[in-house]
């Protein structure tokens, strides 16, 4: 990667992470959480709505899944113990996510264990995570529009001290 290309991502990054932060601060949403969905969203390929629809949903198919689990494993505390409830049903609810890769809209597999490592991150808060989530996903695709423009004001800079460089001559 040319170094203009990391800079702009690097200054959109920046933006957007300042952005994410004090706002998430400041509405009580969960930071890790979004910056947690804004890197599914890269690690989906990014490419607009369609990232964010690759990721999101499987974000959301994880969160579920820490739910789902949390509610097994309370009745089996008294049973197995607090630890042994919650090995067995994490064990269940990621021998789900692996078996819910056959359907597509929520095959990202990666993102959905992102998913639920949020709603952990986040003191297992279902709405607070999803909102957050969401959020940071939307950031994810905010940063890769602000680096696109980023780049087309770069490439207009340069083009300008072309010009100049040829006048100077």
Known sequence: MDMK????????????????????????????????AWSSFFAAGGNGMKGVK????????????GIATSFLATPLIPLIGET?????TNGLGSCGIILQSKFSLVSFIPAAFLGWSALIASGM??????????????A??????L???ILKIMKYE????????????
């Open 158 to 169: 340069s083009k300008e001290e072309m010009v100049i460089d040829k006048a100077a001559v």
């Open 147 to 149: 680096t696109d423009v």
């Open 84 to 88: 042994g409830a919650i090995a067995a």
């Open 54 to 65: 690759k990721a999101l949903i499987a974000n959301f198919s994880g969160t579920c899944w």
């Open 125 to 138: 808060n279902f709405p607070i995570t999803i909102i957050s989530l969401a959020c940071g996903s939307f």
């Open 5 to 36: 290309k990391l800079l702009a991502i690097g200054i959109s990054s920046g933006i957007i992470g300042f952005a994410w932060t004090v706002g998430s601060f400041m509405l009580g949403l969960s930071t890790v959480a979004g910056f947690i």
């Open 140 to 145: 994810g695709f905010a940063s890769e529009i």
